[in-house]
């Protein structure tokens, strides 16, 4: 198989498991039903992690639910235009790099590490 023909079909892959995914995140609550996959930290001990709701979070945003993705992990639904700069700047590496390098530069990073260890431990606290 030639380098293109195995790049269609990774694509295709990747587009038919996403498809999948949105169609089982937009059919099942995640909290409701033990399909889906536990966070081992919560499990361990009791604390939320920074990714915890998340699941819930894509199911309530698939139905049009801004406000329970909202409650179920603020900083998630906050960050994704965030993600979506990334995803930008990522297609646009090879023919905007000083883009590229901007988003993904060292302060940016570790601005993105502060804003979750800090959502990480105020959701604790207060029980978010």
């Given at each position: 198989m030639t380098t293109a023909g195995r790049r269609t079909v990774i694509i295709t892959a990747g587009a038919v498991i996403l498809t999948a995914l949105v169609?089982?995140?937009?059919?099942?609550?995640?909290?409701?039903?033990?399909?889906?996959?536990?966070?081992?930290?919560?499990?361990?001990?009791?604390l939320k992690c920074p990714g915890c709701g998340s699941q819930r979070v894509i199911h309530a945003l698939l139905g049009g639910d801004i406000a329970t993705a909202w409650h179920n992990n603020a900083v998630m639904v906050a960050s994704l235009p965030f993600i979506a700069l990334l995803l930008v700047a990522q297609t646009?590496?090879?023919?905007?790099?000083?883009?590229?390098?901007?988003?993904?530069?060292?302060?940016?990073?570790?601005?993105?590490?502060?804003?979750?260890?800090?959502?990480w431990i105020i959701r604790n606290i207060f029980d978010l």
């Open positions: 169609v089982i995140y937009a059919l099942f609550d995640p909290g409701e039903i033990r399909l889906f996959p536990r966070c081992p930290f919560l499990m361990l001990t009791g646009m590496r090879v023919s905007h790099p000083r883009f590229y390098h901007r988003v993904n530069s060292r302060a940016v990073i570790l601005s993105t590490f502060a804003i979750v260890v800090l959502w």
